[in-house]
């Protein structure tokens, strides 16, 4: 994964990102409010030696009483003081607590020694800072000064006792800020370990390299395919109407050497959208003048009828088990060259029907009256289904959900097909995001017609039957009345704001 990547992740991840930082500036405070707070008392000391005229013998004292400074600090925090301040300030303490509330510093190459008393209540602090001012300088002078008859070591209170009126700890800005920086880092570490772990298919790059095969088509995500899953209407000039004209147009020419007649689409899994795939597929192979048969071969769950409105109670299974001949269940949708033969019946066997002879010679026959022939089948995980039908096939198109299927299933599919040495002509990403400005036809430069969404939901669901409200050819209607997509011819799409704007202007194209 390069930088953009990482970015793209975090971008993606961004309320993981927000809720664990959120998270951190909560233990943040948290902190703050249990801390206890602790109040600070200061005593400094002045450690002056008694010395005799001349230079040297001044340096000599100055050097030893830095020498002792240093020695003074640990000795504020001896045993023998903490009990002298429990004796003088008849504290309930015991000499470890007062030895642990008691800090020193000497500060480099100065004769001052800064004590520091640490109690959680400020009157405290500063009893025992008193009593720290009193009871130091006596214990020195009796361990330096005993049995000398002079006074070699002078301690003298410079600054305190005095106690701050704020607390020093908790700090709860540092605290906040700390919070705040830990949850970032943590949410940004989330953020992009979920991408890391995220085995779906998200990129072109991805699917191509899982599936070692071209990837000839990619479908942009619609919410409003959920109701409305054909590009047709006013959808015939959408942009995901477009991306099927592109995909036909590349299953066209994938090879000029052995064309793709018969192409069998399937998925991995379900809920990924093939057989809207396939519907649609069919509808723009349709209007390039071509003779196409959609047949719905997914007879476990059919969709292919009730997507295009068309009766679905007799069909393949009919035909297979010898009830009824082909040309008795063929119905012819829209006005073009698109003809549909639905499942019929749902067969105890459904795989077994797919791979005998009876669908071998039927497919034989219907080569001879149409240029293409797509077939909608199951899954190839699920059941055998597809696998058995693509050995019939010229070719395989396999459906790949943009973030839901995972690589692994993938792999799985494509090893289907190689174990029966179907040709996999290509993989096809469905529901890619799309970007806004791409969606209002910016980038388009306009040729593409902005169609409302006015769905939230995801696009086709194979698990959920379409309602059937979608407009013209999404419904349900009986057999044989399906119509055409009705579109404004090209030149009237192009004279028409013009003649808007005669009529309010009273223009007239004087004749040369």
């Known amino acids: 994964m390069d930088l953009r990547g990482y970015l793209r992740a975090i971008r993606k991840g961004w309320w ?3 809720f664990v930082t959120l998270l951190g500036a909560g233990e943040g405070v948290l902190a703050n409010e249990r801390a206890t707070p602790i109040y600070a008392g200061h005593v400094t000391f002045y450690v002056s030696t008694p010395s005799s005229a001349g230079n040297s013998s001044a340096l000599s004292a100055d050097q030893f009483a830095q020498d002792r400074a240093n020695s003074y600090v640990q000795l504020l925090s001896s045993e023998r003081l903490a009990r002298a301040i429990i004796g ?5 303490l015991t000499p470890g ?3 642990g509330e008691i800090t020193g510093t000497a500060q480099l190459n100065t004769v001052l020694v800064k004590a520091t008393v640490k109690d959680p209540t400020p009157s405290r602090a500063l009893r025992i800072a008193s009593a720290l001012a009193t009871q130091f300088p006596a214990m020195v002078d009796v361990l330096d000064n005993r049995g000398t008859g002079a006074s070699t070591v002078v301690l003298n209170v410079v600054s305190g006792p005095s106690v701050g009126h704020s607390p020093i700890s908790p700090h709860k800005k540092l605290n906040l800020g700390v919070g705040i920086l830990i949850g970032l880092v943590l949410g940004v570490a989330a953020a992009l370990l979920r991408e890391v772990m995220n085995t779906t298919v998200r990129s072109v790059e991805a699917l191509r390299a899982v599936s070692s095969a071209p990837v000839i088509g990619t479908i942009g995500f619609e919410g409003s395919a959920r109701k409305s899953p054909l590009v047709v209407d006013r959808r015939a000039r959408s942009i ?4 099927f004209r592109q995909l036909r147009t590349n299953l066209q020419f994938i090879d000029a050497a052995r064309p793709a007649n018969v192409i069998v689409v399937t998925s991995s899994v379900v809920a990924e959208g093939k057989s809207s795939m396939a519907a649609n597929l069919a ?7 071509r003779r196409v048969l959609l047949i719905e071969a997914d007879m476990r769950r059919p969709r292919i009828a009730e997507y295009l409105g068309v009766e679905g109670a007799v069909g393949l299974t009919n035909v297979l088990v010898g009830e009824m001949p082909v040309a008795d269940v063929l119905q012819q949708w829209g006005g073009g060259g698109l003809s549909v033969l639905p499942s019929g019946p749902i067969p105890p066997n459904p795989s077994e029907l797919l791979g005998s002879g009876g669908m ?5 026959a219907l080569r001879k009256d149409f240029e293409t022939i797509i077939l909608d089948t199951p899954p190839l995980l699920p059941v055998t289904d597809a696998a058995v039908a693509s050995v019939l096939a010229d070719g395989v198109v396999l459906v790949v959900r943009y973030g839901k299927t995972h690589r692994a ?3 799985s599919a494509v090893r289907s097909l190689q174990s029966v040495d179907a040709r996999l002509l290509g993989c096809v990403l469905n529901m890619v995001p799309t970007r806004r400005t791409v969606r209002r036809g ?13 769905s939230a939901a995801n696009a086709v669901d194979e698990g959920e039957p379409s309602p059937g409200k979608g407009g013209p050819g999404n419904g349900p209607r009986p057999a044989g009345r399906a119509t055409a997509p009705q579109t404004m011819p090209a030149g009237a799409a192009l004279l028409k704001p013009f003649a808007a704007v005669r009529r309010r202007t009273g223009f007239r194209r004087t004749p040369q």
């Open 283 to 289: 509808i723009t192979f349709a209007e390039a003048g």
């Open 97 to 99: 607590q007062v030895m």
């Open 88 to 92: 003088a300030t008849r504290l309930k």
């Open 442 to 454: 910016r980038d388009g430069y306009g040729y593409f017609e902005d169609v409302p969404d006015t």
């Open 16 to 18: 993981i990102v927000l």
């Open 240 to 243: 995901r109407a477009e991306a």
């Open 409 to 411: 299933k993938i792999a």
């Open 360 to 364: 071998r010679e039927l497919l034989a």
